[in-house]
């Protein structure tokens, strides 16, 4: 069955950095777009990045870019999120997400409940 597999949360310093990954397997990975929503205590979800599966250019939300890089390996049947400088507000739950039928950008965002797999998430925490 599809899955996705967060790692790599932690509890960090403010400017410090982490590297989340998000391992698939039991689908064709690689032909599918791939993203990352956090979830803060008490509020919504909201879309961090994602990138898509051809070569598109990556999609950053406006509170990352700069600071958050995406990237994928395709032998690995994995994507990373490079995060540095992180804030306190850059804490709460991260996940990531797949699917194949929305392109790459801030519509693939609008449609997160729509998307096909998800993780269970990693926990990340900026605080001193």
């Known amino acids: 069955q599809a899955q996705l597999v967060e790692s790599g949360g932690d509890l960090v310093q403010p400017g410090g950095s982490l590297r989340l990954s998000c391992v698939g397997s039991?689908?064709?990975?690689?032909?599918?777009?791939i993203g990352w929503f956090r979830q803060a205590p008490g509020k919504g979800r909201e879309g961090v990045s994602c990138i898509g599966p051809y070569g598109e250019e990556p999609h950053y939300a406006n509170s990352v870019k700069g600071r958050f890089t995406i990237s994928r390996n395709s032998a690995k049947n994995t994507v990373y999120l490079q995060m540095n400088n992180l804030k306190p507000e850059d804490t709460g739950v991260y996940y990531c997400?797949?699917?194949?039928?929305?392109?790459?950008?801030?519509?693939?965002?609008?449609?997160?409940?729509?998307?096909?797999?998800w993780g269970q998430g990693t926990l990340v925490n900026v605080s001193t």
């Open positions: 997400a797949a699917d194949t039928r929305f392109p790459v950008g801030a519509r693939w965002f609008e449609s997160a409940k729509y998307l096909e797999v």
């Open positions: 039991g689908f064709t990975f690689n032909f599918y777009t």
